[in-house]
């Protein structure tokens, strides 16, 4: 080997310890021109600083081997020969068997006796050749540890951040099957631990693109294969064979032949017991390494996470739907010649309820009671005093239909339980009875316990406020308190709304308030407006204005006098169209 | 009232159907829909052909101001009351999953999205329909209690599609399939491409797509990186200052302002509210004709009741001057004021 056969070729990879170009010319003109076994005395011209080439190259880490032009071996390193231990030197190199060191387009990298070699040729001088031999096996497998730890770190954080939501438990289920395939598995099943003697399964496959088919079942415990009882039961079986039968017995593994495939079954973990276990099942080409079923138990223990906390989360949303049913208010009952109208919109709206409220009461002789209010503070107290106050009022209102000393009765009932409790609530509110006449008119009266008084719809589409005060209720024994009697023409409306409406913020910086102003703007041109309509556009022109900020809540209750007969809303004619009024809503 | 002829063509009863709504005669236009039912037509071909294209004459008769307001949102409860009934009657048996149909927060256009969720209980499933305006926290509080199989998103104004786009992604967290549908997404859904999401351009189509789980859940991902630029979250910081220069400008440019009612000053501030929200939407799908729409419909809307193009224009070139570090709600205001000044030519 000359120094000039490898002067100048250097992959530049810098992985190869190729003399530099620059210095070549040095030590070029008396490099050894006959390399051979053993090292070459020094020449006797040269300084000892020079090194001895041939000996630098017997400890390069890659293994050389060195032809001539019909393809002897002439020169083979220490290394070469240790990987390569069926080259022998003086021989053909084609005669050690090694097809990827003859053939020219063959990979540059293979795995012999064990170990992953990588191999280059090159082209020497007179038609030799040059084989470098390096030894990658440790950092092959170390960038391949990598790269299976990055994907299983990738797939695990796509499990927390899908299953990581709190869901309602079934899309949980349907999630943790769906997440599965195709990671771990070809088809996976989940099964639920079974509740009164059933048990839920769900199911995901791998289909040809790449979302799974999911779909569920639900089986009788006592037909449950033994393998998943035995998981239920927190042991993770590891006779894999019958395993696979009894899943393909099971129904569970379409497509997947029983002799080809490998399954595992891992528990779920729960609070106590498993949640349920989970079915991983591949063709036996990938069987499950101890790898394998490490990620599938990581992620099994998110899974379970995921579904005990859905199925916590669901028993207590049930809990707090019941309660929640019981103080949403109540729409007021069907009553003779009143249209009904109502809207509400808690500030809190993942709630769903508030410290405002509205409803009515049929009473014996044909009218009704009705009521609009708003109790102090929010939330959940607010709205379990709203609740109080309403069920005062169910029973009140059968001994007391008078709307005044109803509304002194329900102070003296609030007075007695907030004293009673130490709890310093009170409320504001409208109170009225309205009772039909012959003539498809109703009188209203109306007494006011401090609050908001209720706007008037006229026929000829004036807005008149109602001049009702009073004081709050539930604060002082003896309150004053406001009557007044309204007449309303078919056709007619009165509308009651809660101090949500008038106080809203919004407009250019959002902390303007609505008020009253704005809202007889808004109601003008409506007074031929259907009650439920006219109701649903008060919290529409405030929830505009109100943009996507915050609110307090908001309740309407609108009353509209239809008339007499079956055909109340004949007298309906097209409404005329407001002067100079410009509305922005699609 | 007269008995109403058997008719057995939506088509046909539709002037009918249209002068009950005029007259907002509940009793008669549930009478005319009661007819076709009763004549054997589906109760899908009478929510589809009869109610759905008298909405959206409705809708026009508003635009064109030769309804107010008011007479808008009357008919529209007559169709709502019109759809219970038909409903009523028909009360198929769901024996399919239950999907929840919904109006995006902010969004008022209740009956369209009530015509999908009728079309689908039609259909087998059983549908919950939370109406108008939901909030985001009470739609998911909604999908955490009920297994939900899908969930159908309605949304009519483009304005709203960055809300659009956080409530899909709410359910998403969920692990419920979304199908979104309204105008609010484009003519042809383009801006539901955009945020992600499934889209149907009518009941039947949503239907179909709601039977097809795989479908739902197959959808491209989001292509929202140039929201990375910061217009949007910088234009919705400065909408407020915006709105206030634009007015102090309008107020020096038009001299008739000064004898404005607090009605026209509060609409005045509201359509520049708009303009600002439909270019804020624009920047979010990045896309200039979602506010070149708006501008048009703006100013036909404006023309209709008295006010210039010209006005339109002025606060247009207001907002670019104000905006000149935001390049792309440039170019799309600069695209604004070129349809401004066309239509202006137009008119004349």
């Given at each position: 080997m000359t120094a000039a056969d490898v002067r100048g070729w250097d992959p530049g990879d810098g992985r190869i310890s190729t003399p530099s170009a620059a210095r070549a010319p040095a030590w070029a003109a008396d490099a050894p021109t006959r390399p051979a076994s053993g090292l070459p005395p020094l020449a006797p011209d040269r300084g000892h600083a020079e090194p001895d080439w041939s000996e630098v190259v017997e400890h390069f880490r890659e293994g050389l081997i060195v032809c001539d032009a019909d393809g002897v071996v002439r020169h083979l390193s220490a290394v070469a020969a240790r990987l390569l231990p069926e080259v022998t030197p003086d021989v053909p190199l084609v005669t050690a068997g090694i097809r990827e060191l003859t053939t020219p387009d063959a990979p540059a990298e293979f795995t012999h006796r064990g170990r992953r070699l990588r191999v280059r040729r090159v082209p020497l001088s007179a038609g030799r050749s040059c084989r470098y031999v390096e030894d990658v096996t440790e950092s092959v497998t170390r960038s391949d540890a990598l790269l299976t730890e990055r994907a299983r770190s990738a797939f695990l954080a796509v499990v927390g951040e899908k299953l990581g939501n709190p869901l309602h438990p079934d899309r949980a289920a349907a999630a943790v099957v769906r997440l599965a395939v195709p990671t771990l598995a070809e088809v996976s099943v989940l099964v639920l631990a079974p509740r009164a003697g059933r048990a839920r399964w769900w199911r995901a496959a791998r289909s040809e693109d790449e979302t799974p088919i999911v779909d569920s079942g639900v089986l009788a415990a006592t037909d449950l294969p033994a393998a998943i009882e035995e998981g239920l039961a927190g042991a993770e079986p590891h006779a894999v064979d019958w395993l696979v039968e009894q899943a393909v017995d099971a129904g569970w593994l379409p497509g997947l032949p029983a002799h080809e495939t490998s399954a595992r079954v891992v528990p779920l973990p729960g609070h106590d017991a498993p949640t349920g276990v989970l079915l991983v099942a591949r063709r036996a080409t990938r069987f499950y390494d101890e790898a394998d079923i490490d990620l599938v138990r990581a992620f099994a223990a998110r899974a379970g996470a995921a579904l005990t906390t859905a199925v916590l989360y669901r028993d207590q949303a049930e809990v707090a739907d019941t309660l929640q049913a019981s103080l949403l208010p109540v729409e007021p009952a069907e009553a003779t010649g009143v249209q009904w109208g109502t809207a509400y919109r808690p500030a809190q709206a993942g709630l769903r309820i508030g410290g405002d409220f509205y409803g009515s009461h049929r009473l014996a002789d044909g009218g009704s009671v009705f009521f609009l209010g708003d109790v102090s503070g929010k939330g959940v107290e607010a709205a379990v005093f709203t609740g109080q106050l309403r069920q005062c009022l169910q029973a009140l209102h059968r001994v007391e239909s008078h709307p005044v000393r109803l509304l002194r009765l329900l102070n003296d009932a609030l007075l007695e339980t907030t004293q009673a409790h130490g709890q310093g609530r009170f409320a504001t509110m409208v109170l009225g009875v309205v009772r039909p006449h012959r003539d498809g008119s109703l009188t209203l009266t109306m007494a006011g316990g401090g609050h908001l008084p209720p706007l008037v719809l006229r026929a000829g589409g004036e807005v008149e406020p109602v001049g009702l005060s009073g004081m709050l209720v539930g604060v002082v024994p003896d309150p004053r308190i406001g009557e007044v009697t309204v007449r309303l023409a078919p056709g007619e409306t009165c509308l009651l709304y809660s101090d949500g409406v008038t106080e809203a913020r919004g407009g250019r910086r959002g902390d303007e308030l609505f008020g009253p102003e704005r809202l007889v703007t808004a109601l003008?041109?409506?007074?031929?407006?259907?009650a439920p309509a006219l109701a649903e556009r008060v919290e529409q022109v405030t929830c505009d204005w109100l943009g996507h900020g915050d609110h307090d809540d908001i309740a309407v209750l609108a009353l509209r006098a239809t008339g007499t007969g079956a055909r109340n809303s004949r007298h309906l004619h097209a409404v005329p169209r407001p002067p100079e009024q410009r509305e922005h809503q699609e | 009232m007269t008995a109403p002829a058997i008719e057995t063509d939506p088509g046909q009863a539709f002037s009918r159907y249209l002068d009950c709504l005029a007259e907002a005669d509940e009793y008669a236009a549930i009478e005319v829909a009661r007819g076709l039912l009763d004549a054997g037509v589906p109760a899908e071909r009478v929510l589809l052909d009869l109610v759905a294209p008298a909405q959206a004459e409705v809708g026009e008769r508003w635009a064109r101001n030769e309804w107010s307001v008011a007479q808008e949102h009357a008919a529209t409860h007559i169709s709502e009351r019109v759809v219970a009934a038909i409903a009523g009657r028909a009360n198929p048996r769901p024996t399919r999953g239950r999907v929840v149909v919904a109006c995006m927060d902010g969004e008022w256009h209740a009956l369209p999205p009530r015509l999908v969720a009728e079309v689908l209980r039609l259909r087998g499933w059983q549908v919950t329909f939370l109406g108008a305006s939901v909030p985001v926290a009470h739609l998911v509080s909604y999908l955490h209690r009920h297994d939900a199989h899908a969930v159908a998103l309605a949304c009519a104004?483009?304005?709203r599609l960055p809300h659009a786009h956080r409530m899909i992604e709410a359910c998403r967290r969920s692990d419920v399939p979304v199908v979104v549908g309204g105008r609010g997404f484009g003519e042809d859904g383009r801006w539901a491409r955009r945020l992600g999401v499934a889209w149907a351009p009518d009941a039947p189509t949503a239907a179909d797509l709601v039977a097809d789980e795989r479908a739902l859940r197959r959808v491209p991902p989001a292509?929202?990186?140039?929201?990375?630029?910061?217009e949007y979250g910088g234009l919705l910081k400065r909408r407020g200052e915006l709105i206030d220069s634009a007015l102090a400008d309008l107020r020096d440019r038009v001299p008739?302002?000064?004898?404005?009612t607090g009605a026209q000053l509060d609409s005045t501030v509201s359509d520049l509210g708009y303009i600002v929200d439909f270019l804020a939407a624009a920047l979010y799908v990045d896309d200039a004709s979602l506010f070149t729409e708006f501008v048009r419909w703006l100013v036909e809307i404006l023309t209709s009741r008295g006010v210039p193009a010209g006005a339109v224009g002025m606060t247009l070139s207001h907002y670019r001057r104000a905006l000149h570090d935001f390049p792309r709600a440039g170019r799309f205001l600069v695209a604004g004021e070129a349809l401004v000044t066309e239509v202006s030519h137009a008119g004349r």
């Open positions: 003008a041109g409506c007074h031929r407006m259907p | 104004l483009p304005m292509e929202l990186s140039h929201l990375a630029d910061d008739g302002m000064s004898s404005y």
